[in-house]
């Protein structure tokens, strides 16, 4: 009988043991899970500031573009809403829809590179003037890559004025 009490004894002491031990698991799981949430989050709220920032990008280098030809005013918002009127049409994927939305708005962003005489010049351009606006898709291109959260645009930007009948440019 005492073998048995002495065992007994140990046994309620292992099982004391493994209670405390498995008090502690869950105390620890529980810990990794609300850390994991709040990490969850902060994750969250960062890619809300990186999304935020890149829409600000947009509005900012899209300004930037209308600020030095004023007549062109709204023209990258009407390239862009009715392009993606088109992709939507053509029941195109949401995030290829918004690609274009993008490129739109970005299509003549080339055109910072173009002297003012030639951009603003009231009547037909000389064929010098029009190979230096000739330039603005790949001038875009060359700009916008120095992005990598435009590099899926830039087959857009550098394309805009091509024709089927391989007549556009660049």
């Known amino acids: ?10 046994y309620d002491t292992i ?5 405390s031990s498995r008090m502690e698991v869950e105390l620890l799981m529980q810990k990794l899970q ?4 709040i990490s969850n ?3 969250k709220q960062y890619q809300k500031s990186l999304a ?21 005013k709204g023209h990258s918002e009407r390239v862009s809403a009715l392009a993606c009127a088109i992709a939507q049409e053509m029941d195109l994927p949401e995030d ?6 993008v ?33 603005h898709p790949a001038e875009g291109e060359k700009i916008l890559s120095a992005y990598t959260e435009f590099a899926n645009i830039l087959p857009f930007i550098r394309s ?5 009948d391989g007549k556009g440019y660049p």
Not at 15 to 19: G, T
Not at 96 to 101: A, D, R, V
Not at 160 to 164: I, K, M, P, Q
Request: aromatic share 6%; net charge negative.
């Open 52 to 72: 935020d920032a890149y829409l600000q990008t947009i509005e900012t280098l899209r300004s930037v573009v209308e600020t030095r030809d004023k007549d062109t």
């Open 103 to 135: 490129a739109g708005l970005f299509h003549d962003i080339g055109k910072i590179g173009v002297r003012d005489a030639v951009l603003l010049k009231n009547g037909p351009l000389t064929d010098d003037e029009y190979t230096e606006i000739k330039r």
């Open 15 to 19: 099982n004391m043991q493994l209670d």
């Open 41 to 43: 989050a902060t994750i």
């Open 160 to 164: 805009h004025h091509e024709r089927f």
């Open 96 to 101: 290829e829809i918004e690609k274009i939305g």
């Open 1 to 10: 009988q005492e073998a048995y009490s002495g065992l007994s004894i140990q």
């Open 34 to 37: 609300d850390e994991r949430k």
